[in-house]
């Protein structure tokens, strides 16, 4: 497999540093970030290859197959055909918890007719099974059958992930001792850490997917996540700090990150919020931190732009294509291109290729995220955001990496004009509305401003305030984009994927504070 070079951020200078060592503390730890252009990178076309787990799906089991599913006159079908290993590591109380590894084979087969879908699964290979589902799937028809399938086709893909080793091809114990390791510095950077868990996820998804009009792409999809979670007890006072990161890496992830580097993170996180006094309560300026702060605009926003809800009217951003939805400062990208990115995709789950997608440019919303459906209803093309849990779901329009494109201000600069406000750093649950963009979020990391500095951590603090007005609110934006690393999962409709996230630092003029001080 070809290397493709690592997507480049635009805007995106490297990140700077706060004037004070506890606010470039506060940054936490960041991927790589990219030299500033201001044109998508695409990575080189590779063949698809046709994994070993399926070397029995040939052209013509893949005609039988989709015959079938179009015998009750469906518009369209398609086949999704995967196989998913997976392991699993917590170290806790400085031994080994638990240890666990599994697969899963199966295909879903789905069928659409008009803006119905019919879909079915099965947990095999086996030719009457894969009949059966195939069968299932056109029931959502009811009619002559539709002419058979094109002629396949393999596809090209673009190569945005190429790992020498993947980690589930690496000794067992290799994984135990970055925990130990991990466990270890956790504990040695002050003896009010008590408690340390420290866990490692590793998957291999292998994905085959055939469609009537003849396409067919196969992608590996490597993906691994290191976790740290800390607790740090001072007289009655107990506070948890976490640190991690991963994306679609191998071992040598760690050859950059360390596992003492994410410890570290997750004590200084929990020893900090020990010092954390009774947070402020009303209307302020809000500051959000570079990275993981990016998780507000995926959740408030992201959603939103999502072309199922926008078809179907439920999304506030429904039929504003063209209109001003945001600050002119604001250009927000989904881009499933990213050099090792935990969200980026050679191909989606339908078989389009991974994408840089243009959202909301200086403020004008221009375009939502497709899945094939959606854009075969809205008469647009698929944009790469077809993705399912498994073959097991059903495809959504689902976001892959997500971000807020860098301004023009120094974060430095941003601070000094604060009088009274938040700093952001890290968030925990939330509940978004997506018809209107109202949300609640939770800070597990914030700081008070008090005139252009970081003064005090802050605890219990909560965010009250609605997506679309909130980028409306942006007055400042950072120079010092990134992303973060590699820890996030989005949840929709009962299915998760891996998503990343990002942002410079933004100040918004005004959000509701939910604090326990007037």
């Known amino acids: 497999m070809e290397t493709a070079a690592p997507r480049k951020i635009p805007g995106s200078a490297g990140r700077a540093t706060l004037p004070a060592a506890t606010a470039t503390r506060t940054l936490g730890r960041m991927t790589e970030v990219f030299a500033q252009t201001t044109q ?10 046709r994994p070993a787990a399926f070397a029995a799906i040939d052209d013509s089991v893949a005609r039988r197959l989709l015959s079938r599913a179009l015998s009750r006159g469906g518009d369209y079908a398609d086949l999704f055909f995967e196989h998913t290993e997976s392991a699993s590591y917590v170290y806790e109380d400085e031994k080994v918890k638990t240890v666990g590894r599994g697969i899963t084979l199966g295909l879903g087969v789905r069928v659409q007719k008009g803006e119905a879908t019919g879909y079915a699964y099965c947990e095999s290979l086996d030719p009457s099974m894969m009949d059966e589902a195939a069968l299932t799937a056109a029931q959502i028809a009811a009619g002559e059958p539709a002419p058979g399938p094109s002629e396949i086709q393999v596809g090209t893909r673009p190569s945005f992930y190429d790992v020498p080793v993947l980690s589930l091809d690496s000794p067992a114990k290799d994984k135990l001792d970055l925990l130990r390791r991990a466990d270890r510095a956790a504990r040695a950077v002050d003896p009010r850490i008590t408690k340390v868990q420290c866990s490692f996820v590793e998957q291999r998804r292998e994905l085959l997917v055939l469609t009537a009009d003849g396409r ?10 290191f976790g740290v979670h800390v607790v740090a007890e001072s007289g009655t006072k107990r506070q948890g700090g976490t640190g991690g990161g991963g994306g679609r890496y191998g071992m040598d992830y760690f050859l950059r990150h360390p596992p ?7 004590a200084r996180v929990a020893l900090a919020m020990l010092e954390a006094v009774e947070a402020p309560a009303g209307e302020l300026e809000v500051v959000l931190a570079a990275g993981d702060s990016g998780i507000l605009l995926h959740e408030a926003v992201g959603h939103g732009l999502e072309a199922d809800f926008n078809r179907k009217g439920t999304s506030n951003y429904a039929g504003r294509i ?37 959202l909301i440019e200086g403020g004008v919303l221009r375009a939502y995220m497709q899945d094939h459906l959606s854009a075969r209803l809205l008469a647009t093309s698929p944009t790469g955001n077809g993705r399912r849990q498994s073959f097991r779901h059903n495809p959504l329009p689902r976001m892959t990496n997500t971000y807020l494109l860098a301004g023009p201000h120094e974060p430095e600069e941003i601070l000094r004009s604060v009088k009274r406000g938040v ?57 010092d984009f990134a992303l973060s690393d590699g820890i996030w999962t989005c949840g929709k409709d009962g ?3 891996p998503v990343g996230i990002g942002t410079p630092t933004v ?7 939910g604090g326990t001080k007037a």
């Open 260 to 266: 003492e580097e994410h410890a570290r993170e997750a």
């Open 40 to 49: 998508a990178a695409p990575g080189p076309k590779a063949p698809s290859p």
């Open 423 to 479: 700093f952001a750093v890290r968030f925990s649950g939330g509940q978004v509305n997506i018809s209107n963009g109202d949300f609640v979020f939770a800070l597990t990391e914030s700081y008070l401003i008090e005139d252009g500095k970081l003064t005090t951590p802050l605890k219990d603090v909560q965010l009250i305030g609605n997506g679309p007005e909130v980028l409306n609110r942006v007055t400042m934006l950072g120079r």
């Open 495 to 497: 299915q998760s994927v």
């Open 507 to 513: 100040k918004i003029a005004a959000i509701t504070v």
């Open 322 to 358: 063209g209109q001003p939805v945001a600050s002119e400062l604001c250009t927000v990208v989904d881009d499933g291109t990213i050099s090792h990115s935990r969200g980026s995709i050679n191909v989606d789950d339908e078989g389009q290729p991974g994408s840089y997608n243009v």
């Open 216 to 225: 067919r792409f196969a992608d590996e999809q490597p993906l691994m996540r």
